[in-house]
C-alpha cells in the first residue's frame, strides 16, 4: 500500500485534498491558452497570488472550486492534482491525473503534471517528458548556471536568525551557503559561522534573519514519545535553481528511540535528498528531523543496519530551551492539514551547498 493512503489526519481521510504548489502555477498564463476560457485564467493567477502570500488556505479552496468550474481545463487539473500531492494526498492526485488522461491522452499537461508528481517521489527523470513548468517565484539565489549543488533541508528557530540542518549536509561546505524558505525567501550563511546543536545537529547563524514570523518555537517542541503520527515537510531536489513548494509526507510513528542515537522510526515516504526535512506531530509541533531510509542514514553515519526497514529521524528534543509549564489537553483539536501547512511552510528551509 501506497504511504499516502493511511494519512494521519482524520479530517481529512478520504476528502479530495487540498493546499499549494507554485511548481505548476506559472505555465498557466505562459503557455497554451486554457480550453475554458479566459475567467479560468484569471482563477488560476488568483491563486498563484494566494500561494505567493502565503495563503494556503485561500489558495487550496479556490484550487477545488477552479477545478470544479472548468472541468474541461487541463491546467486546472493539473494544478489541483499538484496541490493535493503538495499536502500528502499523491494518491488521489495520481487517480484525478489518470482520468483526465484516459479522455485526453495526447495532453502535455496533464502528462508533464504526472511525470513531475512522479519525479518529486523517487521515479527516475526521463527526457521524453518536456520541462512544462518555468521556474515559480522566488528571490534569487545567486547561484550561476550549471553550478554542481548538493540539496537538503533544514528549519528556522531563533526568531528567524539561525537555521537547523543535519550536520552531514554541510561538512563539506567551502563558501557561501544559500537557504531558500517555503514562501521563496532566500538567506545566507557561512560554515566558518556554524556551531554544533547536539549530535548530529548543526545550527546555521544568517548573515541576515528571516522574518520573525518564519521561526518555530523552540518552547513548543513536542514529546516524541506521546506522538503516534506525524509528517515531514520538506523540499524534493528536482533543479536547484527553480523553486517550488515543500511537500507533506505523512506517516506513523512505529517506535520513537532506537538505537543509541536518540533515532525514531516513522513511516513516511523520504527520498535521500529530504534529509534535514523537520518532522511534526499532527498538533504542528516540532518534534524531530528526517534523515531518510537506510542507506540514507548509514550515509549520514548512523548505525542503522539491524534497525528494521522504515525511514528514520532524529529526535530534536534536545532544542527544547524551556519547558511547558501547563499540560495540553488529553483531546486537543487537530488543526486542518491546510492550516498547518500554512503556518509551517515559512519556517522549513532548503539549503544548497557549493563545495
Known amino acids: 500500500m501506497h504511504p499516502f493512503a493511511s494519512c494521519p489526519f482524520p479530517r481529512l481521510r478520504g476528502k479530495v ?3 499549494a504548489c507554485l511548481g505548476l502555477l506559472t505555465l498557466l498564463t505562459a503557455t497554451a491558452p486554457i480550453a475554458s476560457g479566459d475567467s479560468a485564467a484569471s482563477d488560476l493567477a488568483q491563486i498563484r497570488a494566494n500561494l505567493q502570500a502565503g495563503q494556503m488556505r485561500a489558495a487550496s479552496a479556490f484550487a477545488n472550486l477552479v477545478a470544479g468550474e472548468h472541468p474541461d481545463s487541463s491546467e486546472a487539473v493539473g494544478m489541483l492534482a499538484y496541490v493535493e500531492d503538495r499536502l500528502g494526498y499523491t494518491e488521489n492526485a495520481l487517480r484525478r491525473l489518470a482520468a483526465a488522461r484516459s479522455k485526453s491522452p495526447a495532453d502535455a499537461t496533464l502528462l508533464a503534471a504526472t511525470t513531475q508528481i512522479l519525479q518529486d517521489h523517487g521515479a ?4 521524453a517528458v518536456p520541462d512544462a513548468w518555468p521556474a515559480a517565484y522566488s528571490e534569487a539565489t545567486g547561484i550561476p548556471a550549471g553550478r554542481q549543488v548538493r540539496v537538503a533541508n533544514g528549519f528556522i528557530i531563533d526568531d528567524g536568525a539561525t537555521v537547523v540542518t543535519h550536520a552531514s549536509v554541510v561538512t563539506k561546505a567551502q563558501g557561501t551557503i544559500v ?12 560554515m566558518k559561522e556554524s556551531r554544533a546543536l547536539g549530535p548530529g545537529l548543526v545550527a546555521l547563524k544568517l548573515m541576515s534573519p528571516f522574518p520573525q514570523s518564519s521561526s518555530l518555537d523552540r518552547n513548543a517542541i513536542g514529546d516524541v514519545s506521546q506522538s503516534r503520527f506525524c509528517f515531514a515537510l520538506g523540499f524534493q531536489k528536482i533543479d536547484p535553481v527553480r523553486f517550488s513548494y515543500p511537500i507533506v509526507a505523512p506517516g506513523m510513528i512505529f517506535r ?13 515516504a523520504l527520498t535521500a535528498d529530504q534529509i534535514g526535512s523537520p518532522l511534526f ?10 534523515i531518510g531510509n537506510q542507506s540514507a542514514s548509514a550515509a549520514a553515519g548512523y548505525a542503522v543496519k539491524d534497525l528494521g526497514a522504515g525511514n528514520f529521524g532524529l529526535s530534536v528534543e534536545g532544542l527544547r530551551v524551556v519547558k511547558a509549564t501547563k499540560p495540553l489537553p488529553k483531546e486537543p483539536a ?14 522549513v528551509v ?3 551547498v557549493t563545495d
Not at 538505537?259 to 513511516?267: K, M, S, V
Open 17 to 19: 485534498g487540498m493546499g
Open 124 to 127: 527516475a527523470a526521463t527526457s
Open 179 to 190: 537557504i531558500r524558505n517555503g514562501l521563496g525567501l532566500v538567506r545566507t550563511a557561512l
Open 256 to 268: 520513537a528511540n532506537v538505537g543509541n542515537e536518540r533515532l525514531l522510526q516513522i513511516t513516511s
Open 281 to 290: 506531530d499532527d498538533q504542528g509541533r516540532l518534534i524531530g528531523m528526517a
Open 334 to 347: 487537530k488543526p486542518a492539514i491546510e492550516e498547518l501547512y500554512e503556518r509551517l511552510a515559512p519556517a
Open 350 to 352: 532548503q539549503i544548497l
